[in-house]
Antibody, heavy 118, light 107 residues
Framework: QVQLVESGGGLVKPGGSLRLSCAAS????????MDWIRQAPGKGLEWVSY????????YYGDSVKGRFTISRDNAKNSLYLQMNSLTAEDTAVYFC???????????WGQGTLVTVSS | DTQMTQSPSSLSASVGDRVTITCRAS??????LNWYQQKRGKVPNLLIS???SLQSGVPSRFSGSGSGTDFTLTINSLQPDDFATYYC?????????FGQGTKLEIK
């Protein structure tokens, strides 16, 4: 069955960096676009980024552009999110999700919490 | 960016009721509209993709319609398990955007 497992979250000081990982299993990872979505405590969902199946097409949300970098390693069935220059507004649960051809988000990981605080 | 506006933001209903949630896009998004259900403390679950395509395993009381800028999610005969927050999301253009959510509560 499809599984997505995020890791790498934690407490980081403002201005700091963090790298999130998402380990995928149960499907052919290299066939799918992958996305990151976040949810601040008590708030709604915010799309962060996506990367095409081959890594050649990448887009970011306006609030993270220039600070976050999405990448993937198809040999390791893994998705990553490098987050730099973090601020309190980046505090959220970060989810990775699979994006099939219809551009929905059909499977989500359980999420990893990132807290930016001094 | 394409703004997604859901209405209402919250809704009280009873078991057995029929409810409709509306999602409006600030520009045409064709049928690239998805609906998700999120229960408190849980991961979002895809209900409907491409405006009207019901996902496998989702009860048939859920249905979606619309194209262009106006979309609806309808739940027929509400069940206790349906009380949750619902989000629409457009994937027509980047950045993908979500509606602000509609919290469905028990009356």
């Amino acid at each position: 069955q499809v599984q997505l497992v995020e890791s790498g979250g934690g407490l980081v000081k403002p201005g700091g960096s963090l790298r999130l990982s998402c380990a995928a299993s149960g499907f052919t990872f290299s066939d799918y676009y992958m996305d990151w979505i976040r949810q601040a405590p008590g708030k709604g969902l915010e799309w962060v980024s996506y990367i095409s199946n081959d890594g050649n097409s990448i887009y970011y949300g306006d609030s993270v552009k220039g600070r976050f970098t999405i990448s993937r390693d198809n040999a390791k069935n893994s998705l990553y999110l490098q987050m730099n220059s973090l601020t309190a507004e980046d505090t959220a649960v970060y989810f990775c999700a699979r994006e099939p051809r219809d551009r929905s988000l059909d499977y989500w990981g359980q999420g990893t919490l990132v807290t930016v605080s001094s | 960016d394409t703004q997604m506006t859901q209405s209402p933001s919250s809704l009280s209903a009873s078991v057995g009721d029929r409810v409709t949630i509306t999602c409006r896009a600030s520009q045409s998004i064709s049928s690239y509209l998805n609906w998700y259900q999120q229960k408190r403390g849980k991961v979002p679950n895809l209900l409907i993709s491409a405006a009207s395509s019901l996902q496998s395993g989702v009860p048939s009381r859920f249905s979606g319609s619309g194209s262009g800028t106006d979309f609806t999610l309808t739940i027929n005969s509400l069940q206790p398990d349906d009380f949750a927050t619902y989000y629409c999301q457009q994937s027509y253009n980047t950045p993908y955007t979500f509606g602000q959510g509609t919290k469905l509560e028990i009356k």
